[in-house]
C-alpha cells in the first residue's frame, strides 16, 4: 500500500533521510520508531506529499507521490505533530472545510462529519471553537481531519504526544480498530507505543533504517542470552554457587536483597529454558521460591542499542539478513 | 473551481472570526468619513462663494471633480497602502504559524487553487471596504447630481490598485511565519512603489519615466478622472498576475524546506 525506495531527503548539505525503503501492506499498522531528529518526520512528510524527496520514490496506493500527487493526497490522511487545526473555527466548520478540500462529495459531508466525530470521540465539542478546547481535544480533532475522507492510507505523525495517560490508551485503542480498514504509519520515540499499537516497527536512527520486524522478532534478534529472574528466600552465596552448576547458566548476578529475600538474574544461553531446572535446584536445597519469571530485554533496553553507535552497524547488517 | 471557493469562504470566514475584518474596516470607514465630510465642508463653503462672484475668475466646480475625485486619488489610495498589509499579513504567514499550511499542501489541491482562494477571500473582503467609501457617494446623490459615470471608472480602478496590493501583499506573506514581519515588509514595499512616483518631479529621463510607470498610484489618476484606459487596466492586471506566480514559486521553495 506504501512503498517507499531509496528514499533520500536533503536540506541543503544536511541529510535527513538517507536511502530509506519499506513496503506497508494493507491493512497493517506500521511503527516508525526513533529518536527526535531521526528523520521520522520527514519521510512521513515525502510520503504526504508535503516535500519533495531529493531522490527515491515513494508510491501510495500505486500512486507516485511527485508524479501524480493528486491522486496520491485524496488517499492519504495525515496527522502531523501539531494538530494543523484553525483556532478561530468550530470542530464542525473545520472538518467541514476539510472534508470540502479532501474532496469528499457535499451531500456526504453530514454523515461522514458524524461517522468521525463519533470515532473520535469529539461529539460533545462539535459547536466549540477549536482554539478552546484541550491539547487531547484538539489531538483528537486532528485525528478526525485525518479520517474524514475514509483514506486508504492513515500517516500519523506522534499521535500520542502531549496526552495524558487515559487518552493516550483510548487513541491506541482507536489505532488499532483502525487497522484492516486503513493502512496505518505512525511515528513514535515511546517504545512501549510500538509494542502496543503496531504490527511491524521500523527502527530509523540518524536518517538510517536500523531494523525491521515485528517488535518480538526485534527483541529476539538482539537477545545473545536468556534471563530469568528468580527471588528466593536464603543464603545468597550459596544460591549463587548452586545456580551456577546448573546447566546452561552461564553467569548469575544478584540484583536486590530485603527481608532475607534475594532477587537474582540469571543468564542463560540463548535458547535454553533453565526455569525448571532453577525450580527445582530451589526446593531441592529446602529454600524458599518466591518468583521466578523470565525477563525479556524491553523494547526500551532494545531501542538504545539498536541507536547506539557502535551497535547500529550490527543491526543494520542483522536487519539487511533479515530483509533478504 | 469549487476547490478555489472552499479556500475563499475559509479565508473570509477567518477575517471576521478574528478582529482583523472589523479593525480594517472601522479605521477605513472613519477616515473615509471624516475626508469626506471635510471636502464636503469646503466645497459648500466654496460654491456658495462661486455662486457670489457669479462664477467670475473662479474654475468651475463639480462634485465629482472636487470631492470624487480627491478622496480617492488623494486619501484613499493612500490610506489602502497601510490597510492592505493588514489584510494580506496573515494569508500565508499564519499558515505556516499554526502548521495548518501542512494540511493545506497534503490535500489534493493544486498550489494554484489554494493562491486563487486565498486571493479571492481577501479580494471580497477588499470589496465589501471599497463598497464602505461608495455608501458615502451615494449620499451625493441624494443631496447633488453629481455624474454616475465616472464613478465606475473610479470603481473598476479602486478594485484594480487593490488587487494588485492584495497580490503583493500575499507573496510577501509567504516569507515568514511572523504575521507583523509580513505586514511591515508588505508595507514598506508599498510605500516605495508609491513613492517612485516622485521621481517625475526632478527626472525627466527614460529611468525618471519607467520609476513613474512602475509607481502604483500614477496609474490610478485616469480611473479617478473618470476614465479607462487600457495601459492602466493592463499594468494593474500584470501586477496582479505577478503576485500570484511570485506566490506561486514561493510555494514551491517552501516545500523544499523543513
Known sequence: ?324 | MRNVLTVAGKELRAYFHSPIAYLVMTVYAAICGFVFYSSTAFFVIQSFRTQAMGGMGMPPISLNENIIRPILAGVVTVVLLFLIPLITMRLYAEEKRSGTIELLLTSPLTDLEIILGKFLGSLVLFAILEALTFIYFVVLFLYGNPNPKPLIANALGLLLYGAALLALGMWISTFTKNQIIAGAVGLAAFLLLYLLDWVTAYSNSTAGQVMSYLALTTHFDNFSKGVIQLSDVVYYLSVVLLGIFLTARSMEALKGRP
Open chain 1, 1 to 324: 500500500m506504501i512503498e517507499v525506495e531509496h528514499l533520500t531527503k536533503r536540506y541543503g548539505p544536511t541529510l535527513a533521510v538517507s536511502d530509506v525503503s519499506f513496503n506497508v501492506q494493507k491493512g497493517e499498522v506500521l511503527g516508525f520508531l526513533g529518536p527526535n531528529g531521526a528523520g521520522k518526520t520527514t519521510t512521513m512528510r515525502v510520503i504526504t506529499g508535503f516535500l519533495p524527496p531529493t531522490f527515491g520514490t515513494v508510491r501510495v496506493a500505486g500512486y507516485d507521490v511527485t508524479e501524480e500527487p493528486l491522486e496520491a493526497k485524496r488517499r492519504t490522511g495525515y496527522l502531523p505533530e501539531a494538530p494543523p487545526v484553525y483556532p478561530d473555527m468550530t470542530v464542525d466548520e473545520y472538518l467541514a472545510f476539510v472534508a470540502r478540500i479532501k474532496g469528499v462529495p457535499r451531500r456526504e459531508i453530514k454523515t461522514r462529519l458524524d461517522e468521525v466525530a463519533e470515532k473520535c470521540a469529539v461529539t460533545d465539542v462539535r459547536r466549540r471553537q477549536i482554539g478552546k478546547l484541550s491539547k487531547g481535544y484538539r489531538q483528537r480533532v486532528g485525528l478526525a481531519q485525518a479520517l474524514i475522507h475514509n483514506p486508504e492510507v492513515l500517516v500519523l505523525d506522534e499521535p500520542t504526544a502531549g496526552l495524558d495517560p487515559k487518552q493516550i490508551i483510548e487513541t491506541r485503542e482507536l489505532i488499532k480498530g483502525l487497522a484492516g480498514q486503513h493502512t496505518v504509519i505512525l511515528s513514535t520515540h515511546i517504545l512501549p507505543e510500538a509494542a502496543k499499537t503496531c504490527q511491524r516497527v521500523v527502527v530509523i536512527n540518524a536518517g538510517k533504517i536500523v531494523a525491521v520486524g515485528t517488535p518480538g522478532e526485534l527483541t529476539r534478534r538482539l537477545q545473545g542470552y536468556g534471563t530469568v529472574l528468580v527471588t528466593v528466600e536464603g543464603p545468597a552465596a550459596e544460591i549463587i554457587e548452586r545456580f551456577q552448576r546448573v546447566g546452561g547458566v552461564n553467569w548469575v548476578e544478584p540484583r536486590d536483597s530485603s527481608d532475607g529475600r534475594v532477587t537474582l538474574e540469571v543468564h542463560s544461553e540463548k535458547e535454553k529454558d533453565v526455569r525448571a531446572e532453577l525450580a527445582r535446584a530451589v526446593v531441592e536445597s529446602g529454600w524458599k521460591l518466591y518468583e521466578l519469571r523470565t525477563s525479556g530485554m524491553s523494547l526500551e533496553e532494545i531501542f538504545l542499542k539498536l541507536t547506539t553507535k557502535d551497535l547500529s552497524e550490527e543491526a543494520a547488517a542483522g536487519a539487511q539478513e533479515a530483509a533478504n
